[in-house]
C-alpha cells in the first residue's frame, strides 16, 4: 500500500480527492465564431422558468437538448465523450479557494474558428459530491468564476456572460442561483465567455478556468469538464 492511501485510511476524513475532468467538449453549432452562436444555451431565471435546464437549453422557446442534462463533445470531437482536456485534484478540506484548469487547448480551438465558443460544460464522472462553486451572481466579486487568457499581449481576466448548472430535480433553470453545483446523479454546470477581447486566430499562451469552491462533500470524485453543444433534439 502506497504511503498516500495509509496516510489517508489513517485519516477518513481529512485526506479526500475530487479530481475534476475539464473535458470542455464543444459543442455541434451551425456558424464558426470565438463569440456565440446561434444555437447557445440560454442562462435564465427561476422565476420565469426560462434558460437551461435538465431538458431544454432554451426553455422559453422549448429548445430540447439532444441527451438529458445536456450535449458535448469531448477532446476528441466525439459526441458525450469521455476523453478531458484537463484535470485538476481537489482535495475535501472545506477550505474555500480557487480550483484551476489549463484550458490553452479548447480556447485555441474556438479562437481558430474549429468549434464555436458555446462555452463549458462540467461534468461529474465519479464520486458522488456535491463540490459547490461560486457564480457570477454571488455578491463578492472577488469569488466569481474567471478566464484567465494570455495571447501574447499579458493576461486577460474574463468574467462569464452566463454560467448556471442543470439540477435534475427540478424542470426550472438556475441561471440566478448564487452558486454552480455538481453532483454524480447531474448538476452539470454550464459556463460561456465572450472572447471578443482577444484576436481571433491570436497564439494563446495559456488559458486558465478558475472557480472559486466554498463547498466539497462526498470523498473522491472524478468531474468532466466539456465544451457545451446544444443540439436540438429531433
Known amino acids: 500500500?502506497?504511503?498516500?492511501?495509509?496516510?489517508?485510511?489513517?485519516?477518513?476524513?481529512?485526506?479526500?480527492?475530487?479530481?475534476?475532468?475539464?473535458?470542455?467538449?464543444?459543442?455541434?453549432?451551425?456558424?464558426?465564431?470565438?463569440?456565440?452562436?446561434?444555437?447557445?444555451?440560454?442562462?435564465?431565471?427561476?422565476?420565469?422558468?426560462?434558460?437551461?435546464?435538465?431538458?431544454?437549453?432554451?426553455?422559453?422557446?422549448?429548445?430540447?437538448?439532444?441527451?438529458?442534462?445536456?450535449?458535448?463533445?469531448?477532446?476528441?470531437?466525439?459526441?458525450?465523450?469521455?476523453?478531458?482536456?484537463?484535470?485538476?485534484?481537489?482535495?475535501?478540506?472545506?477550505?474555500?479557494?480557487?480550483?484551476?484548469?489549463?484550458?490553452?487547448?479548447?480556447?485555441?480551438?474556438?479562437?481558430?474558428?474549429?468549434?464555436?465558443?458555446?462555452?463549458?460544460l462540467i461534468h461529474m464522472i465519479s464520486g458522488a459530491g456535491p463540490i459547490n462553486f461560486r457564480s457570477k451572481e454571488y455578491a463578492d466579486p472577488t469569488q466569481h468564476p474567471q478566464l484567465v487568457i494570455d495571447a501574447g499581449a499579458g493576461d486577460?481576466?474574463?468574467?462569464?456572460?452566463a454560467d448556471t448548472y442543470l439540477e435534475p430535480s427540478t424542470y426550472r433553470s438556475m441561471g440566478d442561483s448564487q452558486q454552480l453545483s455538481l453532483r454524480l446523479d447531474g448538476s452539470n454546470v454550464l459556463l460561456r465567455f465572450d472572447l471578443s477581447a482577444v484576436t481571433a486566430g491570436a497564439q494563446v499562451t495559456s488559458a486558465t478556468l478558475r472557480l472559486y469552491t466554498h463547498t466539497q462533500y462526498g470523498g473522491d470524485t472524478m468531474v468532466a469538464s466539456i465544451s457545451a453543444v446544444p443540439r436540438e433534439k429531433l
Not at 450535449?71 to 485538476?88: K, L, N
Not at 486577460?156 to 456572460?161: K, Q, R, S
Open 1 to 120: 500500500m502506497n504511503s498516500r492511501r495509509s496516510h489517508a485510511h489513517q485519516h477518513p476524513h481529512k485526506y479526500f480527492y475530487h479530481l475534476i475532468f475539464l473535458t470542455v467538449l464543444i459543442l455541434f453549432c451551425r456558424t464558426w465564431d470565438s463569440h456565440a452562436a446561434p444555437n447557445d444555451w440560454a442562462e435564465g431565471t427561476q422565476e420565469n422558468a426560462d434558460g437551461a435546464t435538465r431538458d431544454y437549453y432554451n426553455r422559453a422557446g422549448k429548445l430540447a437538448w439532444e441527451n438529458y442534462l445536456g450535449d458535448w463533445h469531448d477532446a476528441d470531437d466525439t459526441p458525450q465523450g469521455s476523453r478531458p482536456y484537463a484535470t485538476a485534484d481537489i482535495e475535501d478540506i472545506d477550505t474555500p479557494r480557487y480550483i484551476e484548469w489549463d484550458v490553452r487547448p479548447l480556447v485555441q480551438e474556438w479562437l481558430d474558428g474549429r468549434h464555436a465558443n458555446q462555452g463549458f
Open 156 to 161: 486577460i481576466t474574463l468574467a462569464p456572460v
